[in-house]
């Protein structure tokens, strides 16, 4: 298997007199995405009908003299390949950085649309993700997804513009809380061998009111969890917050499906409390939450989980720690995953492209991963990436073979290593080969990571 790797060009800017070499400029904004509520609900078919709360783009600019990038996240459930595309041609002639220069991630809000495609060919003969067309046909000719495949765009350029307006001389600082008493992991591991099963037996569904997330029935075993919430925080010289960025692994299902209405889920009211406690914009990154879910769902649970994550993060930026700034570094690498044979059928091909990228900034690397990998790919790279401060993305810069899980994942059976992951065993070793390499090719250039700490 051949991984090509690419690096982002540089991006030279005319810093101010007073800013040394190596300053990091930060500059953060966020423009509004909400679509016409007459746009059909893909778990319906059906119009949202209303807006509960609104959709949101962000867009955190870095600019450290030498080179920029760009990170743009929205309040969806994914992106396409078409649309990372199309959003690294709008957003890189506006700031005339390359567009290989810019991530594009999406928060896995299932209260909300599936991006838009606007180009075939990146995926076989699969022009639509088989979720988006389930219940209906594709929307592209429908006029008001039409206007709001516009406006995602110009909102996009939107936010990038005003965040690069904004951008100032910015610290690093990072922080972390436990936050397991929210999440849930919905692929408990059943036992080999050894159990009577009683029909009697089994814990209610999280559908039920007597559900309780912390209770395994069947003689299951917990799977795993990565309780580790984290928030990087670009600090202005006064110390004022320009950007907060907080992350954890969890699906963004609280308010899907019991209500149809447009809403940002969990995530949206969490980053609009988070910037009132601490000012600044608040964008929130997920994790590798292919098989994590929130603890409970409904507003109520929206509710109590956006109020508690807002205050344990003012907890955690009082106790964050500076961190020292190097190099602004970005590369992707590319490879292709197999697909099974269902995967094979759908999409018309044996494999899918996907795309690996990393952005580091002295002892912080974030690594973006396509599609929807599961909790293990994100501790696995962390475990083995050289950056200290290592935060892995799910959702970013295309769908790759949605679910994917470390080896042996699909024989525990179950709907993510279904119809729902198209590719096989192989894929997550391949995802985790190439960002290791990306982050390690790295660490061993010039003043990125002491000489003792290098691999």
Not at 84 to 110: F, K, Q, T, W, Y
Not at 119 to 148: I, L
Request: with cysteine.
């Amino acid at each position: 298997m051949k991984i090509r790797i690419f690096f982002a060009g540089l991006f030279l800017t005319v810093l101010d007199a007073a800013e040394p070499p190596g300053t990091l400029r930060a500059g953060a904004a966020h423009a509004d995405i909400t679509p016409d509520p007459a746009v059909l609900n893909w778990v319906t078919g059906k119009p949202y009908g209303s807006v509960h709360d609104p959709l949101s783009v962000h867009a955190l600019v870095l600019d450290d003299g030498a080179t920029k990038g760009v990170l743009i996240r929205w309040d969806l459930v994914d992106v396409s390949e078409s649309a990372r595309d199309e959003v690294r041609r709008a957003v890189g002639a506006a700031l005339a950085i390359p567009p290989e220069n810019i991530l594009v991630h999406a928060s896995h809000n299932h209260s909300a649309p599936w991006s838009p495609v606007w180009r075939v060919g990146f995926r076989g003969q699969e022009r639509d993700t088989w979720w988006a067309v389930r219940y209906m046909p594709a929307q592209n000719d429908f006029p008001p997804f039409a206007a709001w495949m516009s406006r995602l765009l110009a909102a996009s350029v939107e936010a990038a513009r005003d965040a690069a307006a904004s951008a100032r001389p910015a610290t690093l600082a990072v922080g972390r809380i436990a936050l397991g008493e929210y999440l849930h992991n919905r692929r408990p591991r059943a036992p080999a061998w050894g159990v009577v099963v009683a029909k009697s037996g089994a814990a209610p569904p999280p559908s039920s009111p007597d559900w309780n997330p912390e209770l395994l029935s069947l003689g299951a075993s917990f799977g795993p969890l990565d309780r580790t919430f984290s928030l990087v925080s670009f600090r202005a010289a006064d110390g004022r917050p320009v950007a907060s960025l907080f992350h954890v692994a969890c699906h963004a299902v609280s308010i899907y499906p019991s209500i149809p209405a447009l809403s940002a889920d969990w995530p949206g009211p969490t980053a609009q409390k988070i910037s009132a406690a601490l000012g600044g914009e608040a964008l929130f990154l997920q994790g590798c939450a292919g098989d994590i879910n929130p603890w409970r769902r409904g507003t109520a649970a929206v509710a109590e989980m956006s109020d508690g994550i807002a205050k344990k993060t003012a907890l955690v930026a009082r106790f964050s720690t500076q961190l020292a700034l190097g190099p602004l570094h970005i590369a992707r690498a590319a490879i292709a995953l197999p697909l099974t044979p269902a995967g094979k059928q759908r999409l018309g091909a044996d494999s899918v492209d996907a795309e690996i990228q990393i952005i580091v900034c002295g002892p912080l690397a974030l690594v973006a991963l396509p599609g929807e990998p599961m909790t293990e790919l994100g501790t696995t790279i962390r475990a083995a990436s050289p950056f200290p401060q290592t935060i892995v993305l799910g959702y970013s810069n295309g769908n790759g073979a949605h679910y994917v899980g470390l080896p042996g994942e699909k024989a525990r059976g179950g709907y993510e290593v279904g119809v729902a992951g198209a590719g096989t065993d192989a894929c997550a070793q391949l995802m985790i080969d190439a960002a290791v390499r990306l982050l390690r090719e790295a660490a061993a250039l010039p003043g990125m990571v002491p000489v003792r700490f290098q691999p």
